[in-house]
């Protein structure tokens, strides 16, 4: 099993700027690609960005593309989520998410997520 945990979400005006923290417990952080997706009312949940297991490679959807950052330390076990110039739609609930598949498989498959955190709230006022 592996727990994660996030923090760092909040109340931020648009263009404004959030990071958002990941920390897990339980089985090897290293072995496990990690991601973040989102969910806002009344929408799927949707992939947000994804980092392999060694931090080397990164993913994003296209609507973060060049505002968000993904990155891991694995000496923490802590993946983190940097969100500058951020926008009213960008207004969800965040997840992080843990895979034992490859760090490619998160965009493509929700199901490839084996472990989900609670979730944290951030809300972009216009």
């Known amino acids: 099993q592996v727990q994660l945990v996030e923090s760092g979400g909040g109340l931020v005006q648009a263009g404004g700027s959030l990071r958002l923290s990941c920390a897990a417990s339980?089985?090897?952080?290293?072995?496990?690609?990690m991601g973040w997706f989102r969910q806002a009312p009344g929408k799927e949940r949707e992939f947000v960005a994804a980092?392999?297991?060694?931090?080397?490679?990164?993913d994003y959807a296209g609507a973060v593309k060049g505002r968000f950052t993904i990155s891991r330390d694995n000496a923490k076990n802590t993946v983190y989520l940097q969100m500058n110039s951020l926008k009213p739609k960008d207004t969800a609930v965040y997840y992080c998410?843990?895979?034992?598949?490859?760090?490619?498989?998160?965009?493509?498959?929700?199901?490839?997520?084996?472990?989900w955190g609670q979730g944290t709230q951030v809300t972009v006022s216009s």
């Open positions: 980092i392999s297991r060694s931090a080397r490679s990164t």
């Open positions: 339980g089985r090897t952080f290293s072995n496990y690609a």
């Open positions: 998410a843990a895979s034992g598949s490859s760090y490619t498989a998160l965009r493509m498959n929700i199901r490839a997520v084996a472990y």
